[in-house]
């Protein structure tokens, strides 16, 4: 009953929130507890919308192949004809039931996270909007209608990272996250058009059926091209490499929006529209390498960063990126499977390890830098377990949920290409290490005389025990209940455990955690000491691998040099000629006013002049004076 | 016998005189009578083509009293324009009444 209301009034997910933002953003943004209570009822009503959808499709026999479709005719013109609707597939239903989730739970988190801030309202507006749009994009049945969405996310991320605009690097933040996104819509919306010109329709299910009858009659070179026009716009929203550099400064916002737009929304949209476009990717080989390879270099590369950043946050961030390099990985070796499984877990933990580190900075009162932290575990439990539980969990520890996404990771890596599998199995120790190395330096050791943590409230501590549970459960009842059954494309994919592969995986983890407990362990010595010697390579890791500065480079010496050209030319040569009219006019207008006198009969005289001329011309052209030549 | 090229005679000599008092005279009030005898040279040309070409004859003659009282109406605002002016500035010579220039 409630599963059936559900799937059809679908639309009501997205519609929900969005009409919280404009109450909010019209009548509420003075009233803060009723604009904090509405937003988290929308989403909470969007949340069992989404719970009901994702038992519709799991009774009903709703399945890739057979989604669940509602659709009516947006607009059409001779040629063109696109429509708006609702998709509801399990993929659709899997990011539905993700984002109401962890976007509930941001929100009740956020009621006592930004308590008193001058901008609550507002914010509790911006997120209702962010999670709309999130939704929107999900269960939009073609590529118009979830670019639409697509730009809006785009822009609430603008505007939550830019939330503290008052402060100069928030705002310079925002523009970054909004222009390096921009980048990868350009490719994006390229290919959109491509295809649109190619196939004559822009639905998901159209192109299911047109692009492998295409590819099996004219070859795949020109839909490879397509497919990776389109691939540049995840590149840039899911934070890969090389258009990731906007991730680490989103954090600048407040510490919930971190947790929503790493966990929930935003980042995954990228890895979604692969997803949601898998019939065009699996059928171009090419295209599939080229994102296996950039996912798991992403990988290894934003892993290789979060060695050795020191705020809390952009080690999160980097790890952030570094997930999501696996998910696009899994992608690239063919297993939708398991890049769902994995970006689900993922939401679990990294939603968790946010939150924790808001919570952690609300007690240290913003001291982000981790040597600075320390010894946390005794006057914040619960924080503490609740971290470690995600630190576990994004390690791949068994049973946690990060293992068994992990895993099928892995065991699909091993199966297509042995480096890939060997560099995400690095990536992963690394992963386990930068973790440990986290949890240690803030939670273990000995507590910094100039910190007075206090343990944060129950509104910020209950939905963090909701994603710890999940977090531990997560990965293994979907496992168990057969979730690559339902979320896959192309033939179903029965769970089992690699034993080889997890095996190897756990032991590599472990191997990462001693490590860390190793060096980080006992004070900060072998730290400083292992910094000393790795000189070069630490110095790249700690400075990003400097993408930001060559961009930085590029950016003054060439769109720098044209804007100097550009410049030159606007003052030296457009510039001259519009000075010069202005002066020429004004100078022959100088020169001509003498001859307005003001002498009325001088101006007589001249007008009987000019009529005499006049009609001798006239004489002229005609012939004679008078017509006929009789008077 | 006096036939229409007669009256455009006299009228092109009317108007030829009111011309030449409406470039020569410097006193206001002469370049306004000027003006008159140029209407009035028009009235008879009216009057005569409507006489000897037209079908209508009646059609020139109103015409020709339209302008009169046009006329009428041009000297009453320009004789207060006149007087106006002398009020201001103590003079009537139209050469010193040239101040609407730059």
Partial sequence: MWAEFSLTHAWLIPLLPASAFVLISFFLLSSPWLASRLAIVAMGSSFL??????????????????????????????????????????????????????????????????????????????????????????????????????????????????????????????????????????????????????????????????????????????????????????????????????????????????????AATMVVAGVYLIARSFAIFSVLPGALTVIAWLGVFTALFAAFIALTQREIKRILAFSTISQLGFMMLALGVGSLTSSMFHLMTHAFFKALLFLGAGSVLHALHDQADIFQMGGLRKSMPATCLMMGTAVLAIAGIPPFAGFFSKDEILVAAAHVSTPIYLLASLAAFMTAFYMARLFILTFLGKPNPHNHPHESGLSMLVPMGVLAVLSVVGGIIPFAMGFGEWVRFGPAHHAGIDWAVAGASTVISLLGFALAWYIYGGGHTRSNDLTIKTGALYTWSFNKCYVDEIYQWFNRTFVGGLARLSFWIDIHALGAVVDNAWRGTGAAGSEMRRLQTGQMQQYAAVMLSATVVLVILLAALTGSLVKGGQI | MIGLSHYLLVSAALFGLGLFGLLTKRNLIAVLMSIELMLNSVNINLVAFSRYTAADASAGQVFSLFIIAVAAAEVAVGLALAYAIYRGRGTVSVDEIDWLKW
């Avoid at chain 1, 209702?128 to 999130?134: E, G, I, R």
């Avoid at chain 1, 830019?162 to 970054?176: H, M, Q, T």
């Avoid at chain 1, 934070?239 to 407040?254: C, I, R, S, Y």
Wanted: proline share 5%; net charge neutral; with cysteine.
């Fill in chain 1, 49 to 262: 919308l989404a719970l009901g959808a994702a038992a519709a499709v799991l009774t009903q026999g709703i399945t890739v192949e057979a989604p669940f479709v509602m659709k009516t005719v947006w607009f059409s013109m001779p040629g063109l004809s696109v429509d708006m609707g609702v998709l509801v597939d399990p993929i659709a239903a899997t990011l539905l039931f993700v984002v109401t989730l962890i976007t509930l739970l941001v929100l009740i988190y956020s009621t006592g996270y930004m308590a008193g801030d001058p901008g609550y309202c507002r914010f509790f507006a911006f997120i209702s909007l962010f999670a709309a749009s999130m939704l929107g994009l999900v269960i939009a049945t073609n590529f118009l209608q979830m670019f639409v969405f697509w730009e809006l996310v785009g822009l609430c991320s603008y505007l939550l990272i830019g939330f503290y605009f008052f402060k100069v690097s928030a705002r310079e933040a925002g523009k970054k996250a909004f222009m390096t996104t921009r980048i990868g819509d350009f490719g994006l919306l390229l290919g959109i058009l491509l295809l649109q010109i190619t196939f004559r329709t822009l639905d998901f299910a159209e192109l299911a059926v047109k692009v492998p009858a295409y590819v099996a009659e004219n070859g795949a070179a020109s839909l490879t091209f397509i497919a990776i026009l389109i691939f540049i716009g995840p590149v840039a929203k899911s934070g890969q490499f090389p258009l990731h550099v906007w991730l680490p400064d989103a954090m600048e916002g407040p510490t919930p929006v971190s947790a929503l737009i790493h």
